[in-house]
C-alpha cells in the first residue's frame, strides 16, 4: 500500500499546521493548509461553498467558528 496523502483534523490551535509543515518536511513532500488554500482562491471557493439554490454565503470569509 502506497500513502499519498495524509489529512490532520483537530481543534484551532491543536498544532495542525506546525505537525504538517514538520511531516511534509520529512517525507519531503507539499504541504497545503486548507484554510491559506480557500483564502487565496476565495471567488472559486464561494462558488464551491455556495448555499442551496445558487446563493453565495454572504459576510466576510473567516476561518473562525460561527457564534450563532
Known amino acids: 500500500m502506497t500513502v499519498t496523502r495524509v489529512f490532520l483534523t483537530g481543534f484551532m490551535g491543536s498544532g495542525k499546521t506546525t505537525v504538517g509543515q514538520m511531516l511534509a518536511r520529512a517525507l519531503q513532500w507539499r504541504f ?10 476565495r471567488d472559486k471557493a464561494s462558488a464551491i461553498f455556495s448555499a442551496p439554490g445558487g446563493k453565495r454565503p454572504s459576510g466576510k470569509w473567516s476561518t473562525r467558528p460561527s457564534s450563532k
Open 32 to 41: 497545503i493548509d486548507l484554510d491559506q488554500h480557500i483564502e487565496k482562491n
